[in-house]
């Protein structure tokens, strides 16, 4: 049962791909960033677990304040994205202290990240210590199951944080645009490897973020130390809009880029 729920999982993310990579393809969004030359760097984020979506365009595309200049269609392009917590100092997976130590910055590797765990419990009569149902997927039998959501809050006492997501985007990849220059995209999904002792009674599946510190950083392959950007914001969503099966986007604030522009 758990290996077709996911396998029912990963097409779902497919297709939320596609979708995602024809929207950013086709107008800008806030999380953008100006590059030399008259390209446009953007990213949009989106539920399950959290997906970031990639789209570089280069040329054909004239914006004042232009930053670094990046071409994918020239060389291809390392993608790294990362998703930390803004809760400070947590200890606990359930709820969130009072602080008495530094603020949580993007990127640390200490500060709790709040959400919810979805996972897979048996519906053969089996408490599910009360957690909201997420989606039923009673097989008629006694080894039906059902995907359930519960609040959570990943530490570094239960998964490695930050979580990171790494990719390419090959120059072969890219396409051209009717005015001139190239647009180039990915997305990827950016999910626990593991999670320990995160769902009751029941195998984990995926983790969703409410709230969390966003980042993408993209580098040309043949030269990472140079020419680099970096795109970071604080992103969040009404927990009603989190549920399996289903995807959302985030609403994401603008922190700085990788040239201090705000």
């Known amino acids: 049962m758990l290996k077709r729920v996911l396998l029912e999982r990963l097409l779902l993310v497919g297709l939320l791909v596609v979708s995602v990579v024809l929207m950013l393809g086709a107008e800008v969004h806030a999380g953008c960033i100006p590059l030399g030359g008259g390209g446009l760097f953007c990213d949009e984020w989106l539920t399950g677990s959290e ?8 040329k054909g595309t004239t914006i004042e304040g232009k930053s670094t200049v990046l071409d994918c269609s020239e060389d291809d392009c390392e ?8 809760v400070e100092n947590s200890k606990s997976t359930k709820t969130a202290a009072p602080s008495k130590g530094k603020p949580c910055m993007p990127g640390n590797s200490n500060c709790g990240i709040r959400g919810f765990a979805f996972c897979e419990q048996s519906t053969n009569g089996e408490s599910f210590n009360t957690p909201e149902l997420a989606s039923g997927d009673d097989d008629g039998d006694k080894g039906g199951s059902s995907v359930v ?8 006492k239960n998964t490695d944080l930050p979580l990171r997501a790494e990719d390419q985007i090959p120059s072969k990849h890219c396409k051209p645009k009717k005015n001139g220059g190239a647009i ?11 999670c320990e002792n995160c769902c009751k009674n029941g195998e984990f599946i995926t983790f969703t973020a409410q709230v969390f510190f966003a980042q993408v950083r993209i580098c040309p392959s043949k030269n990472q130390d140079k020419n680099c950007v970096t795109i970071t914001e604080r992103c969040s969503i009404d927990p009603d809009n989190i549920s399996f099966g289903k995807s959302r986007p985030y609403s994401c604030e603008l922190i700085e880029s990788e040239d201090g522009m705000k």
């Open 149 to 156: 959501r519960q609040q959570l809050i990943l530490t570094p």
């Open 184 to 194: 180039c995209q990915t997305s990827l999904e950016v999910d626990p490897e593991e």
């Open 79 to 86: 993608v790294t994205c990362t998703v930390s917590g803004t």
């Open 51 to 58: 997906i970031c979506a990639v789209t570089v365009t280069t």
